[in-house]
């Protein structure tokens, strides 16, 4: 049964006035991706990384939000509690620009970067710490002695 109701005519989250998906360009991810890198520049006690997420993700969410009330809710949004592993914050914003794009709901949103910041830090923090660098200090001190 085909549906006679236009995409752009579904309302997916009220909170937004502007409803048109919005696809990213590789020159945005691209800038998502080197910005990811400063992650942890401004780190605190209350929120953790939050302020360098919201600095990855605002090339996208400028993209996406044309209308400057849509664009404040939303990096107000993600200015929230934000804290996984820096190596693969990556796959988390690249999942929550793809939902912000398509404009989904807030709730969604929020529920998706927290499910996934736990279990990528849990995963980071055991792959790069406690297995690669082990192996790379042994490398590093076996190439040391042997001169």
């Given at each position: 049964m085909e549906s006679n109701v236009n995409r752009e005519e579904l309302v997916v989250n009220p909170e937004y006035k502007d409803q048109r998906p919005?696809?990213?360009?590789?020159?945005?991810?691209?800038?998502?991706a080197w910005r990811s890198l400063l992650l942890q520049a401004s780190f605190n006690y209350e929120r953790m990384q939050a302020a360098g997420w919201l600095y990855g993700m605002s090339p996208a969410l400028e993209k996406i939000h044309k209308e400057k009330?849509?664009?404040s809710k939303s990096m107000k949004m993600h200015m929230e509690f934000f804290n996984t592993h820096p190596f693969l914050v990556t796959f988390v914003m690249g999942i929550v620009a793809a939902m912000e794009g398509n404009k989904n709901d807030t709730d969604t949103i929020r529920g998706i970067k927290v499910a996934t910041m736990g279990p990528l830090g849990g995963i980071g923090d055991a792959l790069f710490w406690l297995t690669l660098l082990p192996i790379a200090a042994g490398i590093g001190a076996s190439l040391a002695i042997d001169g």
């Open positions: 919005v696809e990213l360009d590789r020159k945005t991810l691209t800038k998502m009330e849509d664009l």
